[in-house]
């Protein structure tokens, strides 16, 4: 320790020792040193010692060196001018015990007494004014920004104090708004924008103002034909600033993109519109709009995906003998009673029900789960609302036939419609203007029948089919002058099978042209074997399928010359009931009979043709049909014959009685003057080589 206290131990001279001098030193606000000029501290005030963080004792041993920043440069030069010029004032980096520094105002003076030269420092931290005089600077400088930014923003900004005035407007406000900065600073807002009053704008800035919660708003502001969105902010000093844009372009953007997406809309609702249209067309029935086919086969599967073991029944419904209203009133009257039945069939389904046609006068209706009693209960409904007269130009009286099938398990839509078909025929059979089931055995009908088609086919292609031969015996001269074909199939499980079983399925699955030129080609072949017997004709069964074909006499033609056969050798046998309503076929009859071929009239008096219309059929023979033959024992059937032949006479056919079994037939025939006669009784059909005809020498006849 170097001395005692110099307040302790006050030298003589020191000019400290006076009172006042010594109660400033003391009690100065300021940090206060007595130092010699190589830097000794000899004395620290209380403030001092506060700042520095030592002891007076304690500066006394570290001196100056000991509170000076060395990192401060400007110590070296404060140091110099106290030397020099006796004074030094300035701001230099003072430390602190604890190693810390602040910045300091330090002034230092040297005096003199009597014992030479001393300085008297007194410093100050700057550490708070500093730091204020920092945060004045940012302020200036973020004020100054914020007064560039308000000038180069797009927006327009107005500043008002909570008294209206008017304290700050920027250029874009000035331009925009047309006034002068100069004119509108310090005036009231409201006389300076008048056009303001009585605005949205005018309430949201009062609002503003007094409750000091921004607000946005958007608006046209007519002062200065403005489309504006508008923010106002309370301002932290008082009063409110206003930032408002114009937002014409994105006003007329929004109302383009507006119209645009109205288009689209539009546009994409007319799409829609027309796929539903579309998609409606196809499944519907356009005349009565009903499903088609398609719909309902789309819509019973769109309930099996959800309920797949939903049971379903079919209902086939036919109007009974339409095609004679549509015949006779015409197309039109048909369409309108078709309409209204239409209409009497939705009334009666129940919701969930589905009511389709399928073109024509066939109307289905699909239920879905419901007891054949309930099933009953509909069909009865509707073969009675079908009863109800129908006013379509004249009032119309029809009735209805239904076909019914149901599926108990996993329906097949196609399976039942097949098998409501077949009832209906049923319904038909029995009388029409009722219902049928369809049953067990036309299941087994149906599965058969579909067998019999697969058979059939392979028969078409190996050697299963045949022909047989019956003779049809000249009743006057005792001689065969008619030979009928009948094919017949000897089916390898099942032996010999009917023509009457297997000919209506060839029909049906369109086999039977097929099958129809297998027999003409056996036929003129078996022909040409007995072409020397004088007058002998082969004739072939021809069904409506074959005839409704032009191509006839031309096939006809090519296996006559493929034989070599003379055209009179053959006949064709074709139905009074397939000649029942076509004129064209009547041309290609002609067409036959002009090569030569003869024709016969085979079932005759079954076909409901009148006997008027026989004569415009260019006939050679007609075939009275057996089942007169077996009523020829009573007075009506006797009858019946007798004016069938008379007229067959008329137009100058010979006539064949059909099936004839008794002696009895015979002798009545004979009476009748009927031409030639074939039955049971005559020859059995059979094998060519027991038909009793001479073959020519060298000809295989055992
Ligand atoms: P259909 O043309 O009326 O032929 C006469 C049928 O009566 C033959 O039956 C014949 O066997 C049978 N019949 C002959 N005499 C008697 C008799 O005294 N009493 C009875 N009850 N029946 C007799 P089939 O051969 O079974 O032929 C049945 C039908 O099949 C034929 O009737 C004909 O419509 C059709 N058919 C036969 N062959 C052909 C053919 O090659 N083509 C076509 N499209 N149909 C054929
Ligand atoms: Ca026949
Ligand atoms: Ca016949």
């Keep these: 320790m170097v001395a005692t206290s110099p307040l302790t ?3 003589v001279h020191d000019p400290l020792t006076t009172t006042v ?22 004395r620290a005030n209380a403030r001092a010692c506060e700042l520095l963080g030592w002891t007076e004792e304690e500066l006394t041993v570290i001196g100056r060196d000991g509170i000076a920043d060395r990192r401060d440069r400007r110590w070296t030069a404060a140091v110099e001018a106290q030397t020099r010029e006796g004074f030094f004032r300035g701001v230099l980096r003072v430390r602190r015990s604890d190693g810390s520094t602040f910045p300091a105002e330090l002034t230092s003076a040297e005096f003199f007494d009597g014992s030479g030269r001393r300085d008297y420092v007194t410093f100050r931290d700057l550490t708070a004014e500093e730091a204020e005089a920092a945060r004045t600077a940012e302020t200036r400088r973020a004020a100054a920004e914020v007064v560039d930014s308000l000038e180069s923003i797009s927006d327009m900004y107005v ?123 196809a499944t519907h029935d356009e005349l009565t709009g009903l499903l088609n086919r398609f719909g309902l086969l789309r819509q019973v599967q769109e309930v099996l995906l959800g309920r797949p073991d939903a049971g379903l029944t079919v209902m086939f419904i036919d109007l009974d003998r339409f095609k004679l209203i549509n015949d006779s009133l ?28 399928f073109g024509g006068d066939e109307f289905i209706l699909a239920l879905f789960d419901t007891p054949r009693t309930a099933v009953d209960a509909l069909a009865q409904q509707v073969v009675t609302v079908v009863r109800a007269p129908v006013d379509v130009r004249a009032r119309l009286l029809v009735t209805t036939s239904i076909g019914l099938a149901s599926s108990a398990g996993a329906a097949d839509l196609g399976t039942l419609l097949r098998e409501a078909d077949a009832a209906l025929y049923r319904a ?24 019999v088609e697969r058979d059939l086919r392979r028969a078409l292609e190996s050697d299963e089919l045949y022909l047989d031969y019956q003779p049809a015996f000249d009743l006057r001269e005792d001689s065969i002058s008619h030979v009928e074909a009948l094919v017949r199939w000897r089916h390898p499980e099942r032996g010999v099978v009917s023509p009457e079983e297997f000919i209506p399925v060839a029909e049906d699955a369109g086999l039977i042209h097929r099958l129809g030129e297998r027999v003409i080609a056996q036929a003129v072949e078996q022909a040409a074997a007995w072409a020397h017997v004088p007058g002998v004709r082969v004739w072939v069964n021809v069904s409506a399928q074959q005839l409704a074909d032009p191509g006839l006499p ?7 010359d493929r034989v070599g056969l003379a055209p009179d050798r053959l006949g064709i046998e074709v139905t009074e009931s397939s000649l029942a309503d076509s004129s064209r076929l009547t041309c290609t009859l002609a067409e036959v009979r002009a090569l030569g071929v003869a024709i016969a009239i085979d079932d005759f008096g079954t076909g409901y043709s009148s006997l008027a219309r026989l004569a415009s059929f260019p006939a050679d023979v007609i075939k009275i049909d057996r089942s007169f033959v077996a009523d020829l024992g009573s007075p009506r059937g006797h009858a019946v014959l007798a004016g069938i032949v008379t007229l067959a006479h008329a137009i100058g056919a010979h006539v064949i009685a059909e099936g004839v079994e008794t002696l009895p037939q015979l002798t009545v025939l004979r009476e009748l003057d009927v031409d030639s006669a074939c039955g049971y009784l005559l020859a059995r059909p059979g094998d060519p080589r027991h038909v009793p005809l001479p073959v020519r020498q060298g000809d295989d006849n055992p």
């Excluded at 106002?232 to 000093?237: A, C, H, I």
């Excluded at 059979?429 to 067990?440: K, L, M, S, V």
């Design 330 to 357: 015409g197309h039109g009257s048909g369409d309108q009673l078709l309409a209204v039945i239409a209409g009497r069939l939705s009334a009666v389904a129940r919701p969930g029900d589905l009511v389709a046609r």
């Design 21 to 42: 001098f010594e109660s400033l030193f003391v009690h100065g606000v300021d940090g206060a040193l007595l130092a010699t000029p190589d830097g000794r501290i000899q």
């Design 554 to 560: 031309e096939l006809l033609t090519a296996h006559l």
């Design 428 to 451: 038909k059979d029995a009388g029409r203007d009722r219902a049928a089931w369809f049953d067990e055995e036309m299941h087994r009908a149906s599965v058969h029948r579909v067998e």
């Design 9 to 11: 131990d006050p030298p």
């Design 159 to 281: 500043g008002v104090d909570v008294d209206w005035r008017v304290t700050y407007i920027n250029a874009q406000a000035e331009a925009r708004l047309g006034v002068r900065r100069a004119d509108v600073l310090g005036g009231d807002l409201w006389q300076t924008f008048p056009a303001l009053d009585g605005t949205v704008f005018e309430d949201a800035y009062r609002r503003v103002m007094s409750t000091g919660r921004p607000e946005t708003l958007e608006d046209f502001y007519g002062g200065a034909q403005l489309w504006t969105e508008v923010r106002v902010y309370p301002l932290r000093r008082g009063g409110i600033g206003i930032y408002f844009r114009d937002v014409a372009e994105r006003k007329a953007l929004e109302a383009e993109r507006e119209q645009l997406l109205a288009a689209e809309r539009r546009s994409r609702q007319a799409a829609e519109q027309a796929q539903l249209d579309l998609a409606h067309r």
